[in-house]
């Protein structure tokens, strides 16, 4: 079993790979039994997301985590759920609508590298 946070920096990396656009990551431990951590970012259209969202399966594969994604009928947020790490990958205008960031304000932000910016 990979090692949570080396299994977040690898999900980063493949978001910054494909040029997903404002890479944050929220410590969920304290606030839900849902997830152990949230990865979000987002995409300008919606081939972006699907392709954010299959670089982010192969990493998680070749890590051996088991994975499951939700939302790829209409490609507008995509869900990654990599054995409690969810990575959720936004169309632009979806994630300003739902906003997980507010929503979940009372987690804490785990700073990420990424060499796109």
Same mark, same amino acid.
């Given at each position: 079993?990979?090692?949570?946070? @080396?299994? !977040? @920096?690898?999900?980063?990396? *493949?978001?910054?790979?494909?040029?997903?656009?404002?890479?944050?990551?929220?410590?969920?431990?304290?606030?839900?039994?849902? *997830?152990?951590?949230?990865?979000?970012?987002?995409?300008?259209?919606?081939? @972006?997301?699907?392709?954010?969202?299959?670089?982010?399966?192969?990493?998680?594969?070749?890590?051996?985590?088991?994975?499951?994604?939700?939302?790829?009928?209409?490609?507008? /947020?995509?869900?990654?759920?990599?054995?409690?790490?969810?990575?959720? !990958?936004?169309?632009?205008?979806?994630?300003?609508?739902?906003?997980?960031?507010?929503? /979940?304000?009372? *987690?804490? @932000?785990?700073?990420?590298?990424?060499?796109?910016?």
């Amino acid at each position: 079993m990979v090692e949570s946070k @080396q299994l !977040i @920096q690898d999900i980063v990396d *493949a978001c910054d790979d494909k040029r997903a656009e404002n890479i944050v990551v929220l410590d969920m431990n304290e606030l839900t039994t849902v *997830a152990e951590y949230f990865v979000i970012c987002h995409a300008n259209n919606t081939r @972006q997301v699907q392709a954010i969202a299959r670089e982010v399966k192969d990493v998680v594969v070749e890590n051996g985590v088991d994975v499951h994604v939700e939302g790829t009928n209409d490609s507008k /947020w995509i869900v990654v759920d990599a054995d409690g790490v969810l990575c959720h !990958i936004f169309h632009r205008d979806e994630r300003l609508y739902y906003n997980l960031e507010r929503l /979940w304000g009372d *987690a804490t @932000q785990i700073p990420v590298e990424v060499s796109h910016g």
